[in-house]
């Protein structure tokens, strides 16, 4: 098994553009998660998804973020427009049943200049 | 606001001692605890979790969960420099609800 796939591994970008982040859950997992980590906040969750379906989206900072899963097998968060403060590492994490440990991506670290 | 308590440290111990790392949560309701590693660049993996008051052990590693006290902690044996990490406390309720991460708490293990 391959994992949790996240691409890209690292984007710099800047501000005012839009940034697409991308996740491959593991294949029967059907929770996906999406948190965001900095050093002054820790690991924040943003949204998550139970069968491709929208469950909590009350971490989403703001309207300038969406998500979204179209099938099993991928999931996008996008930041339009970005701003330097959204610069962070964003994780993609999935989970069978939602009750046992997640297993993360790597990660895409965000940079907005 | 749930929230989960951890010492940021650094927490240092030279090789070979025990390394104790806390956490403390505030929602009664929550009903299992993990315990997750950081390297530094990289992924959160778990390392173990616990569901029921006491002590579970894996390898060098022991989960300590007192409910009634709303703590949990993780006890590593023999610290190897390999140890050296951010321990990530995580916290979950009952039913359909996501994991609350503490901040972390960094160790440095001294050789």
């Known amino acids: 098994d391959a994992g949790v796939i996240q691409s890209p591994r690292h984007e710099v970008t800047e501000m005012g553009q839009e940034v697409t982040l991308r996740c491959k859950p593991i294949s029967g997992h059907d929770y996906l998660f999406w948190y965001r980590q900095t050093m002054m906040r820790g690991l924040e969750l943003l949204i998550y998804f139970n069968n491709n379906v929208p469950i909590d989206d009350s971490g989403m900072p703001e309207d300038r973020f969406s998500a979204k899963m179209p099938n099993a097998s991928f999931s996008t968060l996008k930041i339009q427009p970005s701003e330097p403060r959204d610069s962070a590492v964003y994780f993609c994490?999935?989970?069978?049943?939602?009750?046992?440990?997640?297993?993360f991506g790597s990660g895409t670290r965000l940079t907005v200049v | 606001q749930k929230e989960v308590e951890q010492n940021s440290g650094p927490l240092s111990v030279p090789e070979g001692a025990i390394a104790s790392l806390n956490c403390t949560y505030s929602?009664?309701?929550?009903?299992?605890f993990f315990w997750y590693r950081q390297y530094s660049g990289k992924s959160p993996e778990l390392i173990m979790f616990i569901y029921s008051n006491g002590d579970k052990e894996d390898g060098r590693f022991t989960a300590q969960l007192n409910k009634a006290s709303q703590y949990v902690s993780l006890l590593i044996r023999d610290s190897q420099p390999s140890d050296s990490a951010t321990y990530l406390c995580a916290v979950k309720e009952l039913g359909n609800t996501p994991l609350v991460f503490g901040k972390g708490t960094r160790l440095s293990v001294i050789a």
């Open positions: 929602d009664r309701g929550s009903q299992s």
């Open positions: 994490a999935s989970s069978v049943l939602g009750i046992y440990g997640y297993t």
